[in-house]
């Protein structure tokens, strides 16, 4: 599977294999992810990025089962703080910051205005523990004192992935459901009814922190380096990511 | 430990197998009598479900159930009925995704039974019903049986399309899977692996039952 | 009641064209096997379907390819004997005849049968667990039950022993002969043939030349494939002179027919013609060597090799001195040659 | 070379005890459906184990069940007919032949065979596309090119038409001749069974009572069961009185047989032992009349009630002037008389 | 459009394929000739990869080949061969998900099987590996055929176990069915139905040419 096929004439440096570097990426951030690594690749021709996605959890299970990875952005802290020694620990940064939003199907008569009105709705999808949001969601209904009598009635369905949420919302099989606004951006049949106040739930930080025992440590600390800039943040900004509060 | 999600998984298996039964045994029926030519394409299309990943299946089900949906729509307008998001979609789920199983298992059984009794039968004045009710029905019953058990087996650990359009709602729509996927992405690994034992021990006795059936009828 | 067939059909290799026309009588079709007799029987049936032509039954047309008429097995009231028996495999003896009864809804007729095939003791038995011979009679008692308008026995008897057979035989005779519709036998067993049918049809290669009364076709068989199935032992080519003589090249032997018949082929001659004395008729005389003898239980059968011929002679004699490689000599009345034209 | 075998098999309802003792000559084993015959032949041929017992082949013993022997079938060495076929459907019939002759690597008499089967325009085609005479004669040329040390034929002829049957049981009766080992043949055919072996044992019930010399059997059967299978047409209930005579409810007759025999239980009498003058010897005499004439080819079987006997008469005759109803007083020559202990 | 899902999912089932044949029928050949006291726990314990949710399979199959596990560590150790995270680790998953079917279809045919002849086979002296490769097989085969196709589509659109264990990796791991849920994700609704279309028309293609297969075999 080699790619030395793609030797430019300009390229003199490619003449020998590329470093590869595997980041393990919650998949939200799939295409921004591969809109830099063009960037990226292209900068650095001594290195070749391979990316692995997937829900944050199941990334966290996998490299706790030993798979072969340099850097891991996690769409959760606890997925990080899952991993313990396996990361380390002073690479580890907060690099993006997402916003969770309450969405209802596109032109719902019934929808609620605001985060106020879930008291009323007949259904809502929320992502389990395992999707990242679905803590933030938690916290966000605990702290407005709707979660007990919302799980009591039994109008809470928890979604495996992102998608589950987003879908189910769009076909209208529940009434709203509450997502990231990135994830909300990918999805034409669901519109966003309210962004929820900042101070219900902790911020929503994507971590990211290059692997104890990682092949390429250098490269992958390089990699996230770059992440940090302008210019990989613009990318980011364009799906609705925003740079964490540096507190 | 709540029950509920093994006796919600059992009801959805259950009444899928059923209807996953005759729905089955009557595509194979249909599809063994059609002319060569469309013969082949109705099998390949009766066979398509079990080839799609359960998510894919389960997103379409959740287009045609859902209240905008083909067929969601009109039984809420009408019934004032909301199927998406209940246990019973979940039916409806494990129907498509066992169909294929139980059809094929049928059709293979359907096509080796010797055709000189089905022409005897039909030469003694029996009717195509009783025919295919009491003469190909049990002499095929290993095959149907076969076929019936990987269907119920299959239902029970359906996961990707039930959780798509059944959602989990604990104590509601919760099923042995999507409990089980869920307390795991929790980190409560012990009562997953729990759940998980539940399910082999189940799908166990249920593969036991009727293979000592089976064992039964063909020494009576 | 009656039974009209003008049918073909092209199979693979193979193709069936049949001309059958019969009352109320038992008919048989004799023939070699391979010859399209359960082929002709499941077309009747309307288990297969000809690909030109057209089945009358008592006058309904049951099938005709140009009208475009092709009734159901179930409506045609034909009972066909499969010569694998076909018994429902999850059906008791009983269930199974049972079945037969359900046209008829003459469920009463159910037990006298069973007692007439001696299945008494098998009645709550499954197919599997019968012998080849039980599950013959089953398969027979389930067809009566359905009082069929036609009957048709693709080989009745072939799998029941002798004693069984000819109870069996006893029991068909009188059914076939109570029976108001047609009855067509297909048997392997010329005598059996003879003794519950009143016309036999001749079938070879798919083909028939027709029904014939049997008495004639027994005495003077006229093509190869009858003289074989009425049962002469010995069926020769033959070459006619333009003398009118006839020469058989394999017992090298000529002789002048009584009467003259045009385009001889053949002759066949039955074991039983020759003699060792000199017929007080017209004769032909054989000398060879005997080169092997069998016996059975009431007569032997030798084989003799004629003198300068290049065939085989089967002779059917009660005398036991005879001995191997021993020279004989054997006269045959000239009227027991049958000349046969194809 | 030669055969032993004494087994014993428990299947449900039906119990198998069978003794059989025999060098290398053609055996035959007639029986009625039902009564063994294939079961034992799967026990010798290893695939069916008997619960108790012994099977000794050429000195080799291939199954002892108090030594813990028991050969696989591969290596017994033996040849079995099956009598459904029993053809690979898969291989075409020149296959089929080929796999019996992996064993002997004797490829060469798989040509020769397929011409002495008359199945050479076959050879390509799959046993699903022959008809079952043609299969028959597939499983015949398969078993002979596996040269086994013992051949067992179930029914061999039982699906041939008459003509192939005539020349396959030559060619077979070379084959017995000519072959080495025992050969067992299970046959319906009492003539066949006559023709082709020397000695014969009859089946009844999964027992037998030993082999007996053909000859000696169907002059002098002992049991009903072997009357019935020579070929009496009469067997018949009898009763021995104190003083020596036999009645015969079924004929309202009594005799005093020419030589006294302890525990008579029936008598038979063959169809053909009749006759219309009185006779030179000791005779008896049945008035009856005729209830049912059926022609065969050469004579006629004729069904008579006998005045006041609950029974039936079976008369085998070649008189043509007889008529249904009529009166008519038959003789029976005492030494036409068996007398049955079983 | 990037065509390296097709190509991978295509090579992965159809290694998958060729191994889920071997074993099936080979495990369907034991059981069957098991005796009757341990043939039933057998038969059950065979099907349950196909009762357990795919991803459960994926996790414990994680455990087993990672380089801690069972398999992986010795792996690792003797060959430094990292398994998981790279295309073969999904065949093992997809055997394991697709073996039942086979499996199960397999036994049925085989039992089916007129014993009779292979009674005749066994008289003639052929060798048990003969009798089952020349004439079990062959005999089998419209069963045996029945259950490879069942198991090759259902190893293409194979997707719980084949993440877990072999990630999404464009242009290294992507599988059809991967690349679908993730486009799906990014909203790239358009792309995913693309791939969508592909696997059936795939799925379409194989079922439709083992059909004109099965058809033309039967009239030679
Ligand atoms: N599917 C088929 N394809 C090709 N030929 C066939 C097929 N089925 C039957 N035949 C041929 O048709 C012919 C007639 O078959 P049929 O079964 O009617 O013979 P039959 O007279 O009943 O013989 P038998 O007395 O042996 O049963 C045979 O030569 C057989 O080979
Ligand atoms: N699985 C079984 N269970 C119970 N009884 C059986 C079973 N198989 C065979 N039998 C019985 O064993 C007896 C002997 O059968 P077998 O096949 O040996 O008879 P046969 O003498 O060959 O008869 P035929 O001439 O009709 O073939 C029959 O009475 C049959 O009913
Ligand atoms: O991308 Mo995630 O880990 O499914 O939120
Ligand atoms: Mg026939
Ligand atoms: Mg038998």
């Known amino acids: 599977n080699s790619n030395t096929q793609t030797d430019d004439a300009s390229n003199a440096a490619a003449s020998t294999d590329p470093t590869e570097v595997t980041v393990f990426a919650a998949a939200s951030l799939t295409e921004s992810l591969n809109q830099i690594k063009e960037v990226y690749e292209s900068e650095h021709p001594e290195v070749e990025l391979v990316y692995n996605f997937d829900s944050s959890g199941t990334l966290q299970t996998q490299i706790e089962e030993g798979a072969v990875c340099d850097l891991f952005i996690s769409a959760g802290q606890k997925q990080m703080d899952g991993l313990g020694d396996l990361v380390k620990s002073d690479s580890r940064v907060d690099l993006l910051e997402n916003t969770v939003v309450l969405v209802a199907p596109k032109g719902a008569e019934n929808a609620p205005a605001s985060f106020e009105d879930l008291a009323n709705v007949s259904s809502i999808a929320l992502g389990n523990s395992d999707v990242p949001v679905g803590q933030y969601s938690e916290e966000i209904l605990k702290y407005m004192g709707l979660w007990d009598g919302l799980n009591a009635d039994g109008k809470i369905t928890f979604g495996s992935n992102v998608k589950e949420v987003t879908s189910q919302v769009a076909a209208a099989a529940v009434d709203c459901g509450i997502v990231y606004r990135t994830d909300a951006a990918s999805e034409p049949e669901i519109e966003v009814v309210a962004t929820a106040p900042a101070e219900s739930y902790s911020p929503a930080i994507y971590p990211a922190a290059v692997l104890t025992n990682a092949a390429q440590a250098e490269e992958a600390q390089e990699f996230l380096d770059y992440l940090k800039t302008d210019k990989a943040m613009d990318v980011f900004a364009s799906v609705g990511f925003s740079r964490p509060d540096e507190a | 430990m709540d029950w509920f999600p093994l006796w919600n998984s059992l009801r959805i298996a259950a009444a899928a197998t059923v209807i996953t039964f005759f729905l089955g045994i009557f595509a194979a029926y249909l599809v063994c009598h059609l002319p060569r030519s469309v013969k082949g394409i109705c099998d390949v299309i009766l066979t398509i479900p079990m080839v799609l990943p359960p998510t894919v299946v389960g997103f379409f089900l959740l287009r045609l159930l859902g209240p905008k949906g083909v067929i969601g729509s009109p039984l809420l307008e009408w019934f004032d009925l909301r199927i998406i998001m209940t246990w019973q979609a979940a039916i409806f789920a494990v129907i498509i995704v066992t169909f294929p199983l139980m059809y094929r298992t049928t059709r293979g059984a359907f096509e080796s039974f010797d055709p000189n009794i089905l022409d005897a039968a039909r030469t003694l004045g029996l009717s195509g019903r009783y025919i295919f009710w009491r003469i190909l029905l049990p002499g095929c019953k290993q095959g149907v049986f076969a076929g019936m058990i990987l269907a119920f087996a299959r239902g029970l650990g359906e996961y990707g399309a039930t959780s798509m359009v059944s959602g989990y709602t604990p104590g509601r729509t919760a099923t042995i899977s999507t409990t089980v996927y869920q307390l795991w992405r929790e980190g409560n690994t012990d009562l997953a692996y729990r759940w998980v034992f539940v399910n082999l021990a189940i799908s166990f006795c249920v593969l036991m039952a009727v293979n000592l059936m089976e064992r039964k009828r063909r020494k009576p | ?342």
């Open chain 3, 1 to 342: 009641m009656s039974i009209f067939v003008d049918i073909e059909k092209n199979l693979d290799g193979f193709r069936l064209n049949m001309q059958l026309e019969a009352d109320n009588i038992p008919i048989a079709l004799l023939g070699a096997s391979g010859s399209g007799k359960s082929m002709t029987l499941r077309c009747i049936a309307g288990v297969e379907k000809p690909d030109r032509g057209k089945i009358v039954i008592d006058g309904q047309c049951v099938f005709d390819s140009e009208k475009k008429i092709n009734l159901p097995p179930q409506e045609r009231g034909t009972g066909l004997l499969f010569q694998n028996y076909a018994l429902f495999p999850t059906m008791t003896v009983r269930q199974n005849i049972m079945c037969g009864a359900r046209r008829s809804r003459k469920y009463t007729c159910v037990d006298a049968l069973i007692q007439q095939f001696g299945l008494e003791k098998l009645d709550k038995r499954l197919p599997s667990e019968l012998s080849g011979g039980q599950q013959q009679r089953v398969a027979l008692a389930r067809i009566l039950a359905s009082q069929p308008r036609i009957l048709m026995l693709d080989e009745p008897f072939s799998a029941l022993d002798a004693f069984l057979r000819w109870q069996v035989e006893q029991q068909m005779s009188e059914v076939i002969e109570s029976f108001p519709g047609t009855t067509i036998l297909v048997s392997h067993n010329r005598e059996e043939a003879y003794r519950l049918c009143q016309k036999i049809a001749v079938v070879q290669d798919g083909k028939t030349h027709g029904l014939r009364e049997k008495r004639e076709l027994f005495c003077h068989p006229k093509t190869q494939a009858e003289a074989h199935l009425v049962g002469m032992e010995n069926v020769l080519d033959a070459q006619q002179q333009s003398d009118g003589t006839i020469y058989i090249p394999a017992w090298n032997v000529s002789f002048t027919p009584q009467n003259t018949v045009p385009n001889v082929r053949a002759v066949s001659v039955s074991a039983h013609a020759f003699t060792l004395e000199e017929p007080p008729s017209d004769y032909l005389t054989v000398n060879g060597c005997i080169t092997r003898i069998m016996h059975g239980p009431t007569d032997a059968i030798v084989l003799i090799t004629p003198q300068q011929g290049s065939g085989v002679l089967h002779w059917r004699t009660c005398n036991t001195s005879l001995q191997r490689d021993q020279s004989i000599r054997l006269y045959l009345p000239l009227d027991q040659i049958h000349l046969l034209t194809e």
